[in-house]
């Protein structure tokens, strides 16, 4: 097979990381809550509008704590799209709860506010939502329902750091908000992630959550005497070597996204005209909404039609990867959750989709990106 040369993601150095792990390090402080945390909690508190922070070690950690904080228990229910990565709904079937699967806009790909009513029952806890390619679900339609019915409203934002929806960031738009450091999204640290919050009510057991139960955040500031286990937790937070790093490149989230958004310009200008001939769908931003770069797809004819993309461009040592196999048809997500109804947009997506590659480094390789997939695209042919 041919030698790959230009892949799907390349996790780089974009800042003074190193600098900040041998900071880190001569500070005598490795465990978790060091300094670096503090200024990565400061600076995702500013960028996603929300009222707290707290640095945990993955976005499924996030999303854990989420669950554990939305009180699930079996027998609740938790409406989300099944059309999303496995942690979504691992961390309401973690508490015994039931994730409820529904379709999502085959405009947006996100969840479609009427099918979430249509999927409320007595025992719905929360929604959780996913802003699907960093572009923001309809966030007043969803808080309103949420209003409504009293649940909560959770977001999963793990690809929506520095998005917008009506001019307010990702993060700001529900009860709480999980977001993902992992080397595949905009700002990495290999293994990371947020939990951000807007109800000042959480903000303390949630950090006795994620100090395994106990009221050591308390106790550090020095309002307890000492401190003890007072509720259920676990460790959620990374260690300061994750924060330093990461807060080299939190520091440089501006210049990330431009060039990310330059890359997906790039894209959205040359495969125009096929979209318009009606060969192939581009990304639709939804109104109101600013993405950050994170992904850019092509929805192609038929499954076949998009393996044949995928193979063709592999031939050329391109790596292009679909996407999420719907959890709703999953073996743990038939025997875990419920689904009350076909969900024909998620299945339709799911064969159709494929990721182009989008990282920092990507520089002029996108013209390469380009050159060959409109090749195969208009003559079938990429060699
Ligand atoms: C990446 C991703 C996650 C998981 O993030 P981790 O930090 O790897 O745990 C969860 N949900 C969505 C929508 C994601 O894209």
């Given at each position: ?63 854990e ?10 027998g ?7 059309y ?46 996913v ?30 750091l ?61 309002q ?87 193979k ?15 959890l ?42 380009i ?13």
């Amino acid at each position: 097979m041919k030698k790959v040369e230009i892949p799907f993601n390349r996790p780089s150095i974009v800042g003074q990381e190193l600098e900040f792990i041998k900071t880190a390090i001569n500070s005598g402080q490795l465990s978790g809550d060091g300094e670096f945390t503090k200024l990565c909690n400061d600076r995702i508190t500013r960028m996603t509008g929300s009222g707290a922070s707290l640095l945990t070690h993955s976005c499924t950690a996030a999303l854990e704590m989420a669950a554990i904080l939305c009180d699930l228990k079996p027998g609740d229910e938790v409406i989300l799209p099944s059309y999303t990565f496995v942690s979504t709904a691992n961390a309401i079937a973690l508490r015994g709860a039931t994730p409820v699967f529904i379709d999502i806009d085959s405009l947006t790909l996100n969840i479609d506010p009427e099918k979430v009513v249509e999927a409320v029952t007595p025992r719905t806890r929360a929604i959780f939502v996913v802003h699907y390619a960093g572009f923001p679900a309809e966030m007043d339609q969803l808080a309103e329902i949420a209003r409504t019915h009293k649940l909560f409203l959770v977001e999963d934002a793990a690809q929506a750091l520095g998005s917008t929806y009506k001019g307010r960031p990702a993060g700001s738009l529900g009860d709480m908000a999980a977001f993902s450091f992992h080397e595949t999204k905009n700002i990495l640290c290999g293994e990371g992630g947020a939990l951000t919050l807007n109800l000042p009510d959480l903000v303390e057991r949630a950090e006795i959550i994620r100090e395994k139960g106990t009221n050591r955040s308390r106790f550090f500031r020095g309002q307890v005497d000492k401190y003890t286990w007072v509720d259920i937790g676990s460790s959620f937070l990374p260690g300061e070597l994750i924060a330093a790093f990461l807060y080299g490149q939190l520091e440089r989230a501006e210049e990330i996204a431009k060039r990310r958004l330059a890359l997906f310009d790039c894209y959205s200008e040359a495969f125009h005209d096929l979209e318009k001939a009606g060969r192939i769908r581009l990304p639709h931003i939804p109104e109101g909404t600013t993405g950050n770069g994170h992904m850019f797809y092509l929805l192609m004819r038929d499954i076949d039609d998009r393996d044949a993309f995928i193979k063709n461009l592999r031939n050329s040592g391109i790596i292009t990867p679909f996407h999420y196999v719907p959890l709703h048809s999953a073996p743990a997500g038939r025997r875990l959750g419920r689904c009350d109804s076909e969900l024909p947009v998620t299945n339709d997506i799911s064969d159709r989709l494929v990721r182009l590659p989008m990282f920092f480094t990507l520089d002029h390789d996108v013209e390469r990106v380009i050159e060959i997939a409109l090749k195969w695209l208009k003559h079938g042919d990429a060699s």
